[in-house]
C-alpha cells in the first residue's frame, strides 16, 4: 500500500496535523476485516484506513475500548478512537459516551465530539430525536449548529449503497453525504467491516471536515455495527 505523506504544517488556522484535509473534497473509509471476529464473533477493537480518491491511504484510525464494553454493550459501547497520521501522530481524537440507543424514545441521545488535535475540541456530531429518520447536527467547537445531516428510513435503504446527506441548517442545499458502501455479499453477511465514502466541498472549514470523519464513525456504529 502506498503511503501519502501529508503537507507540512502551518497553514494559517489549520489545527497541526489536518492540512491534508485543505486539499481534498472527498475520502474513502474502509474498516479493516478482523479474522478472529469474523469466524467466531469475538467484538474486537475497529480499525479504519482513511483514505484519498486515488487510494492511498493518508490516515489510520483505531478504537480504544475495553473487552467488557465490547462484548456487553456492542454497538451502543462508548469510544474512543484515535486517527494517526502516517507518522504515527494522532491528530484526531472522536470520543463517544455511553448512551441508550432508541428509534422512538427521545432520551439518551447519540452524540460525540471531536478533538484536532487531542485537546482542543473541534466540534461535536449531535443526535436529533426523529421517530423513522436518523438526523443529526454538526456542531462547532462553541457547540453552535452549522449544518444537518440527514439518513434514510431508519437508517436503511433497498439501495446497494445507503447515503446521509449532508445539508445546510436550512436544509435548502445538499453540500455532501456520507455514504456506506457495498462490500460484497459474503463480508456483508459474516462480518461488521464496513466501507463509507465522505463527500464535502473543498472549501468546507477543514474543522468540520474532521468533525465529519468523526460522524462518519458515530453513523458506522449506530446503523451497521451489527453481529451477524
Known amino acids: 500500500m502506498n503511503m501519502y505523506?501529508?503537507?507540512?504544517?502551518?497553514?494559517?488556522?489549520?489545527?497541526?496535523?489536518l492540512e491534508y484535509l485543505t486539499t481534498v473534497d472527498q475520502l474513502?473509509?474502509?474498516q479493516?476485516?478482523?479474522?478472529?471476529?469474523?469466524?467466531?464473533?469475538?467484538?474486537?477493537?475497529n480499525k479504519y484506513e482513511v483514505r484519498n480518491s486515488m487510494g492511498q491511504n493518508v490516515f489510520y484510525a483505531?478504537?480504544?475500548?475495553?473487552?467488557?464494553?465490547?462484548?456487553?454493550?456492542?454497538?451502543l459501547r462508548p469510544f474512543n478512537i484515535h486517527v494517526l497520521d502516517n507518522f504515527g501522530q494522532e491528530i484526531i481524537s472522536v470520543t463517544r459516551p455511553l448512551k441508550c440507543m432508541s428509534c422512538f424514545f427521545p432520551c439518551c441521545l447519540q452524540e460525540l465530539e471531536v478533538q484536532a488535535p487531542p485537546g482542543n475540541t473541534v466540534g461535536y456530531v449531535i443526535q436529533q430525536w426523529h421517530p423513522l429518520s436518523p438526523k443529526f447536527i454538526v456542531a462547532n467547537e462553541h457547540n453552535e449548529p452549522v449544518l444537518k445531516i440527514h439518513g434514510p428510513f431508519c437508517g436503511w435503504s433497498c439501495l446497494p449503497d445507503v447515503d446521509f446527506e449532508i445539508l445546510t441548517m436550512d436544509e435548502v442545499?445538499?453540500?455532501?453525504?456520507?455514504?456506506?458502501?457495498?462490500?460484497?455479499?459474503?463480508?456483508?453477511?459474516?462480518?461488521?467491516?464496513?466501507?463509507?465514502?465522505?463527500?464535502?466541498?473543498?472549501?468546507?472549514?477543514?474543522?468540520?471536515?474532521?468533525?465529519?470523519?468523526?460522524?462518519?464513525?458515530?453513523?458506522?456504529?449506530?446503523?451497521?455495527?451489527?453481529?451477524?
Request: proline letters at 7%; one cysteine or more; hydrophobic letters at 40%.
Open 5 to 17: 505523506a501529508v503537507p507540512s504544517p502551518g497553514i494559517p488556522g489549520c489545527p497541526p496535523g
Open 28 to 30: 474513502l473509509i474502509k
Open 32 to 45: 479493516k476485516v478482523e479474522v478472529v471476529e469474523a469466524l467466531v464473533g469475538f467484538e474486537s477493537n
Open 62 to 75: 483505531v478504537e480504544e475500548n475495553d473487552c467488557l464494553s465490547r462484548q456487553c454493550c456492542g454497538p
Open 173 to 228: 442545499s445538499k453540500i455532501g453525504k456520507i455514504s456506506k458502501q457495498w462490500t460484497g455479499l459474503l463480508r456483508e453477511a459474516f462480518t461488521d467491516a464496513d466501507n463509507f465514502g465522505i463527500q464535502f466541498p473543498m472549501d468546507l472549514d477543514v474543522r468540520m471536515k474532521a468533525v465529519m470523519i468523526g460522524a462518519c464513525f458515530l453513523i458506522d456504529f449506530m446503523f451497521f455495527e451489527t453481529t451477524n
